[in-house]
């Protein structure tokens, strides 16, 4: 289940400005409904394939420009003059490394196509080892870095990679991925348990800012799963906060000494200080009311946070058992649907000239009212994909049963994998339905096609049939004395015949289509 | 949002009734053809081939003509059924009939449509009806493309006989011309004393 906004593009939380103290750095953010963290691997609109790297810094401009900072990933093609005997497995990739042109590049955030999943193989003490399941689901791996002033591939990880110690680029810990359902839980049991003490003072500064922040970040609208981490984040920050008042009401004691231990403390302790600190005056009476109220918020985001770790907790005993009781979703619209400005897509022609036969599915067994924004979001919500797509109109030979639809994927990799997912599993519809995919073959379209029916007069005849000539040149209705009128009447019993029996293909089909329908079980299907 | 996209899909099925379907169109039928071959019905408002992305073989063109109003596209699908029309050669005639709103690949979605599916795993009591489903949509599309092949087939053979036709037809025909041509037949109506006039 992955968070899906409405809105194309959102910040996360903030990581602080830049040295000119223009430039404002993030830890997160949100674009089309899917929320990308620092250090990420994502796919980077290019042609033919896209690029792959991962996201090291994200920031806006004073000019309100949306940046990425990307270290990339190389494929083997890409450095294949440099493998000499190294013979890369085939979705290994190569960490860039060094210094130098290639190895960091600044992008607009619009380039980002999607996420994409870089295991690292590496036998380095450094680097937490990839779990099975981990491996079977990457995108891609990478054990080796390339050094592109040396030009050399290298098993060995330097400290520093373009400025980032070179953890972030190793597999993630446990606790560092908080979009997986089963560390949130821990995570918000840990932030509850101990949070995270700032022992820095200049945390009091923002203190306030932050907390209307954390405010706001519970109040935004979003998925039960998505307020989830900022939930955790909130905790996380509001034990930073309380740490900071409690400080602050030392230094207005006049004890400068920071006691590291402040944070952990329980909510009576801390309202016993609270108390306490009401004694000493005025202005302390003030920050204590302060603190009295940052703590009911922070009661009422621990007691978020617990529901919310219920519901978690409850939500995967769910999914263990949603092997034998599937569920139904209703398709929702996907985020982009009006504008799809940051991807242009080609129009269909060119997509068909250009022959990406390998990015192109064709969807069958649709309902055939569908329209093609339609099958867009059908995809977009059961396969997870973003492509485009057009159904196939209803035409002279196209069964009424039967809708199909072409669909353009961005990259090969999720035209596969969806091909996969339709192969292994069934994505049902509640009409009974089953979509199918395959690979869609496409007519050459530079063909010309003959015309049976036509009949062409060579030259030898010209000269009498110069009437004929000149009807056969415009539309006309055929006249009853002529033999062109007999001639049509033999096409007419033609299509007479066609027509009939096209309908009992049809109908044929549509009473085995019932048949196997009416086995269905489920009272989903109606 | 919900009234516009309401009146944006009422509009676009008035212009489905208004709209005639006509397909047996020979590949070299262009757009201007089209209309040149239409306007004697009434006002051709647009015409919109459609292209045929996956079917590897010849089919013939189909193409969607808006006419000014319902009552000219009802005319149009009359008179074309009811005689044989001829676009850009003889003698297969076009046919026509009514364009249906799937007929559009550009079509608005139909207000307040709600879609739902659901995944089946291997362990879902439905997975193996599902499965089925599946075959059975490339079975029929499989017998499809059959009925389709042996339909051009018919088709291929009755052109071939037609042509034969003509051409018997044609040689009969220039035989009659010859035997004018060379005063045979003058001749002949002279001996038999009967009347005959060239031309």
């Given at each position: 289940m992955i968070c899906r906004g409405r809105d194309t593009f959102k910040w996360g939380l903030k990581k602080g400005v830049g040295v000119n103290k223009d430039v404002q750095f993030y830890h997160s953010f949100t674009l089309e409904g899917v929320e990308y963290f620092l250090y990420d691997c994502v796919y980077l609109l290019n042609q033919p394939e896209n690029y792959i790297g991962k996201l090291v810094k994200m920031y806006e401009t004073p000019t309100g420009e949306k940046k990425v900072k990307v270290v990339w990933y190389f494929r083997p093609m890409e450095i294949r003059e440099f493998l000499g005997a190294y013979e890369p497995r085939w979705n290994e990739l190569f960490l860039a490394s060094g210094e130098?042109?290639?190895?960091t590049n600044i992008n607009l955030v619009d380039a980002i196509v999607q996420k994409c999943s870089v295991i690292c193989t590496s036998n380095d003490k450094r680097n937490p080892q990839p779990s099975e399941e981990e491996l079977r689901m990457a995108d891609y791996i990478f054990s080796c870095t390339f050094d592109v002033e040396k030009m050399t591939i290298s098993k060995n990880f330097t400290d520093q990679i373009a400025g980032i110690r070179v953890e972030c680029y190793f597999n993630k810990t446990k606790d560092q991925r908080p979009r997986h359902s089963q560390t949130i839980k821990q995570h918000i049991k840990e932030s509850i348990r101990k949070p995270e003490l700032s022992s820095k003072v200049d945390g009091l500064a923002v203190k306030g800012s932050k907390f209307n922040r954390n405010i706001q970040v519970v109040k935004c609208e979003g998925s039960k799963f998505y307020r989830s981490i900022q939930v955790a984040k909130v905790l996380a920050e509001s034990k930073k906060a309380i740490a900071g008042t409690h400080q602050q009401g030392f230094i207005s004691n006049?004890?400068?000494?920071?006691?590291?231990?402040?944070?952990?403390?329980?909510n009576a302790q801390v309202d016993h200080k609270a108390k306490k600190l009401r004694l000493s005056g005025d202005y302390l009476a003030q920050n204590a009311s302060n603190l009295q109220s940052h703590l009911k918020k922070k009661v009422l985001c621990r007691n978020k946070g617990d529901k919310i770790t219920e519901e978690l907790s409850h939500q995967l005993e769910q999914q263990k058992d949603v092997r034998t009781v599937s569920k139904t979703t209703e398709v929702q619209r996907r985020p982009d649907a009006d504008k799809r400005r940051w991807f242009k897509w080609l129009p269909w022609e060119e997509i068909i000239q250009a022959n990406k036969e390998e990015r192109l599915i064709l969807l069958e067994?649709?309902?055939?009212?569908?329209?093609s924004s339609e099958v867009e979001d059908l995809v977009w919500h059961a396969l997870n994909a973003k492509i485009k797509a057009r159904m196939i109109e209803q035409s002279t030979?196209?069964?009424?049963?039967y809708g199909k639809a072409l669909v353009a994927f961005r990259v090969k990799d999720a035209a596969d994998s969806a091909l996969n997912e339709l192969r292994c599993r069934c994505l049902m519809l509640a009409d009974g339905r089953c979509i199918v995919g395959k690979r869609a073959s496409l007519r050459n379209p530079g063909k010309t096609a003959t015309f049976n029916g036509h009949l062409v007069l060579n030259n030898k005849h010209r000269r009498i049939s110069e009437d004929m000539r000149k009807a056969v040149s415009t539309s006309h209705f055929s006249q009853a004395n002529n033999l062109e009128f007999e001639l049509a009447i033999e096409w007419r019993l033609l299509q007479e015949k066609s027509n009939m029996w096209w309908k009992e293909l049809h109908k044929q089909q549509l009473n085995e289509i019932n048949e196997v329908r009416r086995q269905l079980q489920s009272s989903f299907f109606t | 949002m919900g009234s516009t996209a309401e009146a944006e899909y009422r509009e676009f099925l008035e212009k489905v009734k208004r709209t005639v379907y006509i397909d047996n169109l020979s590949p070299r039928v262009t757009e201007s053809v089209l209309i040149t071959a239409l306007s004697q019905f009434g006002v051709v408002k647009s015409v919109k081939f459609i292209p045929n992305?996956?079917?590897s073989r010849d089919i013939p063109q189909c193409a969607l003509l808006e006419m000014e109003s319902q009552k000219q596209a009802k005319g149009v699908i009359l008179d074309i059924n009811r005689f044989s029309f001829m676009v850009s050669?003889?003698?297969r005639p076009v046919r026509a009939r009514p364009a249906q709103a799937e007929m559009f690949d550009e079509r608005p979605t139909k207000p307040g449509r709600k879609i739902h599916c659901r995944w089946l795993d291997s362990n879902d009591p439905d997975f193996e009806i599902g499965k089925k489903l599946k075959h059975l949509t490339q079975k029929h599309a499989a017998e499809a493309s059959v009925l389709l092949k042996q339909q051009l087939e018919r088709e291929e053979k009755l052109h071939r006989q037609q042509e034969e036709i003509l051409k018997a037809n044609y040689k009969k025909f220039e035989l009659l011309n010859d035997v004018v041509k060379d005063k045979t037949a003058t001749g002949l109506a002279r001996y038999y004393n009967v009347k005959f006039r060239d031309g």
């Open positions: 130098g042109d290639g190895v006049g004890n400068t000494r920071l006691n590291p231990k402040t944070g952990n403390d329980t067994n649709l309902d055939p009212s569908f329209t030979f196209s069964s009424p049963q | 992305y996956i079917e050669g003889m003698p």
